[in-house]
């Protein structure tokens, strides 16, 4: 079946510093989303990747879709605190499958 | 109206009672999710509906059945849980026109606890 996998679990890093996590998919994916859950909330969209290659950005974040589809990464520039959370990409089939990879979680030490 | 309402928000029941999860949005998506997820690990899929009809099951316990009602609506039956089934349960809506597309919204979930 579909698997989403996500490195690394844990990420920790001082405030400034970048981080970045990776998602593969098992599948070509018709699209990947990434979604960002804080501790004790529910996870919050941030953006949708639909075409092979595809580069966005979002402010200090920038997300990029593989060309074969099947593999995304996320990248956040200079760390803020505000960034803490666990980061989720998550894959999606042409039957509206969504699943989510592993996570990472990233703390930031100010 | 960009929410997804879900009651109730903490629920702890016995092994032998039934129960039942609530969700309701009012953005006019016409497909509707169920995820467990436990602490420190990602949502997992239960169910999806799309158009009130159930379209995804994912080998899910027959303890647990999903009923949608109509558009607006999404309920989560519970009958003889086990207290590894505890967890907190999530409820997603997503627009579905011609094609699956678009992000997830999710409620703030329903935390449960099984004695």
């Known amino acids: 079946g579909q698997q989403v996998m996500q490195i690394p679990q844990y990420q920790h890093v001082q405030e400034g510093e970048d981080f970045t996590t990776y998602c593969n998919s098992s599948t070509t994916l018709s699209n990947i989303q990434w979604y960002k859950q804080r501790p004790g909330g529910h996870p919050v969209f ?34 803020q605190t505000t960034d803490v959370g666990t980061y989720f990409c998550a894959g999606d089939n042409q039957g509206g499958k969504l699943i989510f990879g592993q996570g990472t979680e990233l703390s930031v030490k100010p | 109206d960009t929410e997804v309402t879900q009651t109730p928000k903490h629920l702890v029941m016995g092994m032998t009672n039934k129960k039942s999860l609530k969700c309701e949005q009012h953005m006019g998506h016409r497909a509707m999710y169920w995820y467990k997820q436990k602490a420190k690990k990602p949502p ?3 169910f999806v509906y799309s158009y009130e009809k159930l379209s995804i099951n994912e080998s899910v316990p027959s303890r647990f059945s999903p009923e949608c ?31 699956w597309s678009g992000e997830l919204f999710f409620g703030e979930g329903s935390r449960l606890t099984v004695l």
């Open chain 1, 46 to 79: 941030l953006i949708q990747l639909v075409k092979s290659g595809e580069v966005k950005k979002q402010k200090r974040l920038t997300f990029q879709f593989g060309e074969a589809k099947k593999n995304s990464s996320l990248h956040i520039t200079a760390t």
């Open chain 2, 44 to 46: 997992e899929l239960m």
């Open chain 2, 69 to 99: 009602p109509n558009s607006s609506l999404l309920n989560l039956h519970l009958h003889a849980l086990q207290p590894e089934d505890s967890a907190l349960y999530l409820c997603a809506s997503r627009p579905y026109l011609r094609e």
